[in-house]
């Protein structure tokens, strides 16, 4: 080859190179996902979320963590941010949020945020934990709440039963379902299911300013009131309804029995809808949802938040695709019709839903409107998660017998929060 001809090859080599290494990588078309959403009702949910991507053109990468209430979930979360490894997002509660976002793990999607409008739609109480230092690091996919109760109608109606509205009517309806023979309450055994049917149990025995006093603001008179040994007290009789094999036993195993028939009634969040929906059971002529009494005009929220974590320049479009289809209206109508939750804009109508939706979304915004919307102490959305754990610890501990009085556990609840302040 000619000098001549030898050079400009060479030069169209180098600024072929140097072209190479200025151009961004392409876009990574992929989200990666850490969640703990592996029952019927939560998978059926996910699923709706995975085909609006894929339409998009964005693989999935599934990191299912298996768990109810997601403690297994974080922890794994815990170590995959620690060995650098972050997901695209995470499906994470409250206050968890706000601690990877005050560790400067979290991303940011305020750009998306602002152009999409999403302050003007998203209720305040989300964005307290949506949103760290103005900086929009997480988006919420659904509101659920967790003081309902999920009955199976054909038991109900074999023993003449009738809407709790309060406390001793429900503890009424209990009896009659004993008397006929069946379980009268479907009771999972882990320490987040107990703690998730305390929420209810404290405000239905203390109403809600207490709950809000004692939970909310952790006010020491509240915490060691005869209200919360009330409310101790309450807890065990419930528990008393329970069969004897409650220990361990998985929240959906639990719903499988009243969808079921084998069980009149549990006490859950309404991502116990997403199984019966899953089952294809029907409100109103399968299943029937009521406010847990003593709570009928109160909110007890979580919010399933996305969490945006940093990730590399090239899986960042990924992010705000999975942010953008998360927010978008037509998708929390969808998403939020099977997985038994309400849509965590204001601006979404409630046409899809059926009655426990409907009824869900207006108690929300009566809820909110009423200034008697509150974060779920057992679900992350009440205090940080140390002094949620303690809260955790010191219920089941009760519920298994292992502290034995209502008195014991009020001590031991003060001294357990305090420890963790
Ligand atoms: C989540 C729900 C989930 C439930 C049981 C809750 O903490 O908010 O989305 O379905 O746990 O897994």
Redesign the pocket.
């Given at each position: 080859m000619k000098l001549q001809n030898l050079l400009r090859v060479s030069a169209l080599a180098i600024s072929a190179a140097a072209f190479a290494t200025a151009a961004p990588a392409a876009d990574v078309k992929e989200v990666q996902m850490l969640h703990?959403?592996t029952?019927g009702g939560?998978a059926a949910a996910l699923n709706v979320l995975k085909e609006d991507l894929a339409k998009q053109g964005y693989a999935w990468k599934d990191v299912p963590v298996a768990g109810?209430?997601?403690e297994a979930a974080m922890t794994a979360l815990k170590a995959m941010v620690a060995a650098g490894n972050n997901p695209t997002s995470s499906q994470m509660?409250g206050y968890i949020v706000l601690e990877y976002a005050a560790g400067g793990a979290t991303g940011d999607l305020t750009a998306t945020a602002t152009k999409e409008g999403w302050d003007k739609v998203v209720p305040k109480a989300l964005q307290k934990f949506a949103v760290y230092n103005g900086k929009w690091v997480a988006v919420p996919v659904n509101v659920?709440s967790v003081n309902w109760l999920w009955i199976n109608k054909a038991v109900m109606d074999k023993i003449g039963g009738s809407e709790p509205k309060t406390f001793d009517d429900l503890i009424a309806l209990l009896d009659k379902a004993k008397a006929a023979g069946v379980v009268p309450l479907a009771q999972g055994g882990q320490p987040w299911q107990e703690a998730t049917m305390f929420d209810s149990v404290v405000m239905a025995t203390g109403g809600v300013d207490f709950y809000k006093k004692a939970f909310l603001e952790l006010d020491p008179a509240a915490l060691k009131s005869d209200t919360m040994k009330k409310s101790f007290d309450n807890l065990a009789k419930l528990r008393s309804y329970a069969d004897p094999n409650y220990a361990g036993r998985d929240?959906n195993l639990a719903t499988a029995m009243v969808i079921k028939g084998d069980a009149l009634v549990q006490v859950m969040?309404d991502?116990a809808k997403?199984e019966f929906k899953a089952a294809n059971k029907e409100v109103g002529k399968d299943f029937l949802c009521y406010r847990f009494p003593g709570t009928q005009s109160s909110v007890i929220y979580?919010s399933?938040m996305f969490a945006m974590f940093k990730v590399p320049a090239d899986r960042q479009a990924a992010q705000v695709a999975l942010a953008t289809a998360t927010m978008s209206p037509s998708f929390q109508s969808a998403f939020n019709v099977v997985?038994g939750s309400v849509p965590a804009r204001t601006d979404v109508p409630d046409t899809a839903f059926d009655a426990c939706g409907k009824k869900g979304i207006a108690d929300l915004k009566a809820a909110n409107d009423g200034g008697t919307l509150v974060g779920s102490l057992a679900?992350g959305y009440g205090q940080p998660p140390a002094i949620a754990q303690a809260y955790h610890d010191v219920v089941t501990k009760f519920f298994h017998g292992q502290i034995k009085t209502s008195d014991a556990a009020v001590s031991e609840l003060v001294k357990a929060i305090d420890a963790a302040k």
């Open positions: 703990w959403w029952s939560e109810g209430g997601g509660l659920h929240w969040g991502w997403g979580n399933d997985k679900q």
